[in-house]
């Protein structure tokens, strides 16, 4: 009866043991699963990585954008002369000049 209740008790433990450790493998496999492909996950950082870096350069070329209007902006200030050779490339006249404008030879 000893030795039967032994065996009993034995076998209980084996299962046991089983049980746990399969559930042990299913959670770390679980875990291991989440850190990579989760939410928040290894590749979720990898995407957020790589999207901060493509927006800071962005930002960093209209910063430079930004300095280099700013620049221009200064010059113009600076020298009227600047701001009549802009004004000339769009059309724009002093008031009472003249524009004449000549047909080209190749436009008829």
Known sequence: ???????Q???TRKQRKI????IGILLCVYMT???VVGKNGFLRYVE???TRN??????MALQKQNEDI????ENMKKAPEVIEEFAREYGL???GELVFKFKDKNDF
């Open 1 to 7: 009866m000893r030795n039967v209740r032994r065996r």
């Open 54 to 59: 493509r927006l800071f350069a962005e930002t």
């Open 19 to 22: 049980v746990f450790l399969t």
């Open 33 to 35: 699963f989440s850190l």
């Open 93 to 95: 006249t002093k008031e």
């Open 70 to 73: 700013s620049g221009q902006i």
């Open 48 to 50: 957020l990585k790589s």
């Open 9 to 11: 008790v034995e076998q």
